[in-house]
């Protein structure tokens, strides 16, 4: 199984930017699918972003045009780029991952989460 650590989050102002990371070891993670989750406060968790073993990239609508995931297998490491900033994503953000299946990790079945990374975001 694969370990996740999410680093990278913080407080921004709206209209800014972060980039979050997730660490993966364990089990070699570049044939995952891999993505990230959310969850403010009150709310359940939703999907934001996920990217294939061969590179197949999704996003969320609401994130759609300003979040950039990526992932760089010999550092086994993945990524998002968040741009555009609102205060609507303040959340606490989960890297997941799925041995076999990016459809199952949309639906919020992954092998692995980790233990998240607080975005807030400012107006």
């Known amino acids: 199984q694969v370990q996740l650590a999410e680093s990278g989050g913080g407080s921004v102002q709206a209209g800014g930017s972060l980039r979050l990371s997730c660490g993966a070891s364990g089990l070699p993670p570049s044939n995952y699918c891999m993505g990230w989750f959310r969850q403010a406060v009150g709310k359940q968790r939703e999907w934001v972003s996920s990217?294939?073993?061969?590179?197949?990239?999704d996003y969320s609508a609401s994130v759609r045009g300003r979040f950039t995931i990526s992932r760089d297998n010999t550092m086994n490491t993945l990524y998002l780029q968040m741009s555009t900033l609102e205060p609507e994503d303040t959340a606490m953000y989960y890297c997941a991952a799925h041995a076999r299946s990016c459809l199952a990790l949309e639906l919020g079945n992954p092998d692995s989460w980790g233990q998240g990374t607080q975005v807030t975001v400012s107006s």
């Open positions: 990217i294939s073993a061969l590179d197949n990239t």
